[in-house]
């Protein structure tokens, strides 16, 4: 807990400049060994010093270094913000010093951690605070700020208020069996709460996915045969959006090829083995490899040649791609019609020349359609959108559906609220309240009971 | 000089003197009145939901009221009996006469026990250790441990109307200055309040105009000795009747005359939100249009009819118009009327687990002094007392039952972690693994502890575990025999409403659906076992994935149950603690993690701060 760690804070190659916060007990010490510039060990807390961060006689980068003492600070420890220009080589550089110095590299989320372990911030505070330093557009920074002010709880709370009024009519039921005249919640009773209940988490789920693509992109893969047109289509993207292209890993185990945004909306484009360098390196791709992409893409841009008749390996990929959101770009419009168009089963064919920059914007269109990006705009970011929370929300389904089981098999209706109990527990989680007594608030608020 | 003195005759004080003597504890119970000795002064029923089960969990550890209930039953049903098993409960018409005089026997003939009447006004303690205790009449008795069972009777009021007289129930003389002295002592006294209804007598009823209740049609009893001492066909039957749009308008019309609504107005005590008056319940639902009340009879040798569901505190001549509207009731002849009762009580959370204080060493509480309601939750709490007495003057560690182990653990737990507001009932929906904790497997989870202390004889100690070899025999049996898709097994199969056949299966997997019994596990093999051990066979077999489940979350508090707080912790040197979480960690010093975890006010992140500092302080192991 007493280790001082240290990690770059920004997207590396995103900004123009780059933030290096360090955190713990020396963080003061060890930045002033490396500084020139104020004796950082005698300055005031809260205060923006300009000096060079030094490695021995050599200047790194010229740097604004904010010295933050505790315990006003994120984490409640000192905490040191090394602001220098957005080189990767010379952020990276300073990291090493740091580290080389007595830091220790933080682990993802490990200043939030800290920040909630010294008692700063509270669980959904500490996610959404891990999702707006991790959110790369002003959208997704909205919603990580609508998650903090409570829009995704109140959807939770009005689930978890219709549940707690089917348990307390249960418990009722079981507690004060004598009473006649209170409603038996029944099996299939039960059967059309579960129903609803389940609508609504799938409801918030899909949201979720929303929330998911507004926060980490459509993951996109480009396929096709060698010579349909695949980095020269990519090139015209990111041409016109004017990509930052970036070489660093993403999110999950794929290289992220370069990222295009079309309407604040960031497109991953996956790597296919360097598909943007050249057409001639790429083509090592087998079926077998396009279909791997394929399944775990948001999103196929499957481009084939106007000036080529269709054959079996094209014919297999457009039945992976059949029942996912996928794009057919019929290529080089400028050349002669060879293709057999009326092979292709799929809702979306769009013909462009990536050559002379026709249909670019219709395929943008399309990208817009197929994930009611419009839509998303007016929505008011009421999705959940960290991983735990998601993950939570399907423990629910998955109780749901035990639940389905139970009321199959004739299952007594107490051991089935068990699960439903579970439902309610679960959401209280995701909100961060989880009291017992509520039930039996409820219980006596809800019935007449006594003797 | 005694090794215990138990102040007060009631439920709690029964079993805790029981509890002591009979582990050869010098034990003397000092009472009021020993007519009033077990006394039901308010419903003459034992059991009910979760109720029925602290019976049962009572009589596995070796405690009196299972046995008690048994003799004095006049009738007994099974509640809840067409759902599942975790939820079924006994509940039986007690005979109020019966009932303490088979307790007073039961007393009377036990070794170690001396019975003195004598009203308790003070406690000797020296250094914060309890000594022994001071009569009304000064005479001072000195003892090595005191259990405090005084029930309604600490500055006992009892409230009719706009009437208030200090005095408790059947007018017996109350305690005037032993709440005041213990507030000395440093206990935090609360005032609590609830009620009982009319009594009727019998001959003035028209039953005609009521619906029958009757008991089940089959033996049961509470206690695991199974004696039967009732007459299955001669139970005698509640009534069901309903309140009428007139008594609903008396009600209403005279609220302003009520002692809890503006009759009297220096009314401090709380009364239980689970049993309202009738008033209450008018008031506060008033679009309901009729309440259930049930008719009970008290005993077979007087008249009474408790009137259950019409507590109140009107004066006497609107309580005469209000059962005067009720059907049948016409021109019923109030025996007594309804009456509320205010008392002292001391705040839960100064007490331990084991029920002795942590204000005073040696003494322990038990009852509706902690501020709980009910027989069957003043009984467990006065046996709960009396073992740990004993253990402690044995220098032995206390039995402390935790929440997935009895609805007992559950109840002390509540006690002592989260403290009450209102006189507090038992209720399935305070046990967070209902379905482990069961009517029917009570004593498998809890005989053991009864051994250990001493209450469960040598006897029925063997007798127990050879039920609980004759279970493992059944379930091999079960698993050893197959049956094969034969024409005749899958005409039978069929016969019964069940799935024929595909291949051969063993009997514990057919048992495992839900149509299938033991009377059909009977058509291919011959069951040579008791009903109770089948039961717990069946049980254990359909709902294993549902006991499972339970049982992993139940390992899961455990665990941190586990992790124990030191005494000497200094919740000051926490940093960040939020100021309510300290506050409320200083008050109730849990013990453990896990009980740190129930207390409300007290968040997770409280809880990390704590575990970070217990590991930094302690080179404590928070895995």
Known sequence: ?451 | MYDVIVVGGGHAGCEAALATSRTGNKTLLVTGNIKNIADMPCNPSIGGSAKGIVVREIDALGGEMGRNADKSLIQIKMLNSSKGPAVQSLRAQADKITYPKEMLKTLNEQENLEIKEAIVEDLIVENNVIKGIVLENNERINSKSVILTTGTYLKADILIGDTRRREGPHGEKPSNHLSDKLREYGFNVIRLKTGTPQRIDKSSIDFSKTKEEYGDDRYLTFSFENKIYYDKDKQVPCHLIYTTPETHKIIRDNLNKSSMYGGLSDIKGVGPRYCPSIEDKIVRFADKERHQLFLEPESLYYDDIYVQGFSTSMPKDVQEKMVHSLPGLENAKILKYAYAIEYDAIDSKQLKQSLETKVIENLFTAGQINGTSGYEEAACQGLIAGINANLKLKGEKPLILKRNEAYIGVLIDDLVTKGIIDPYRLLTSRAEYRLLLRHDNADMRLTDYGYQVGLISENRYNNFNKKKENINKLVELLKNNKITPTIETNKYLEDIGTTPLKDGITLFDLLKRTEIDFSNIEHFINIDFTDEEKEQVAINIKYEGYINKALKEANKMVDLDNKLIPDNIDYDKIHNLASEAKQKLKQIKPTSIGQALRISGVNPTDISLLMVYLKKEYLYDNK
């Open chain 1, 1 to 451: 807990m007493n280790d001082t760690i240290a990690a770059i804070s920004t997207s590396l190659g995103v900004g123009a400049i780059s933030i290096i916060r360090v955190s713990g007990n020396d963080s003061i010490k060890i930045v002033n060994k490396l500084f020139k510039g104020d004796n950082l060990e005698n300055v005031d807390s809260h205060t923006i010093h300009y000096g060079f961060i030094m490695d021995n006689d050599i200047k790194i980068d010229e740097v604004l270094v904010s010295i933050m003492k505790s315990p006003k600070t994120f984490t409640a420890e000192d905490v040191v913000e090394i602001n220098c220009h957005g080189s990767i080589a010379s952020t990276k550089k300073i990291l090493e010093l740091l580290l080389s110095n007595g830091c220790r590299l933080a682990e993802p989320g490990e200043f939030t951690k800290r920040a909630f372990l010294n008692g700063r911030i509270d669980l959904l505070e500490a996610e959404a605070v891990m999702d707006i330093i991790n959110s790369k557009t002003e959208k997704s920074l909205s919603l990580a700020v609508n998650q903090l002010s409570g829009g995704v709880s109140n959807l939770i709370i009005d689930l978890r208020n219709d549940i707690i009024k089917t348990l307390a009519n249960i418990e009722v039921n079981i507690d004060y069996p004598e009473y006649e005249d209170i409603e038996q919640v029944t099996i299939n009773m039960l059967k059309d709460n579960v129903i609803n209940i389940r609508k609504k988490i799938t409801e918030i789920l899909d949201k979720s996915k929303d929330g998911q693509i507004i926060k980490n992109g459509i993951k996109t893969v480009i396929i096709g045969k060698p010579n349909v047109g695949k980095s020269s289509l990519l090139n015209k993207l990111l041409d016109e959006e004017k990509a930052i292209v970036t070489d660093i890993a993403g999110t999950t185990r794929d290289i992220v090829e370069g990222t295009i945004t079309i309407d604040g909306i960031v497109l991953n484009i996956i790597d296919t083995a360097g598909i943007r360098k050249t057409d001639d390196v790429v083509e090592s791709i087998g079926v077998k490899k396009s279909i791997s992409l394929i399944e775990d893409a948001d999103l196929i841009l499957f481009i084939l040649n106007n000036n080529e008749k269709i054959n079996n390996e094209d014919l297999e990929i457009l039945e992976k791609i059949k029942n996912k959101n996928s794009i057919v770009l019929i290529n080089k419009m400028d050349l002669e019609s060879k293709i057999n168009i009326d092979k292709i089963e799929n809702n979306n064919i769009i013909k462009i020349s990536a050559l002379n920059n026709e249909g670019i914007d219709d395929l943008k269109n399309k990208i817009k359609e197929l994930f009611n990006l419009e839509k998303i705009d007016q929505k008011d970011y009421n999705y959940l959108c960290n991983a735990r929370s998601i993950s939570l929300l399907k423990n629910c389904l998955d109780l749901l559906n035990n639940i389905d089981e139970g009321i199959n098999n004739n299952v007594p209706i107490d051991m089935i609220e068990i699960d439903l109990k579970e439902v309610w527990n679960i959401l209280g989680e995701i909100i961060g309240v989880n009291y017992y007594d509520e039930l039996i608030d409820q219980l006596f608020s809800q019935f007449c009971l006594g003797k």
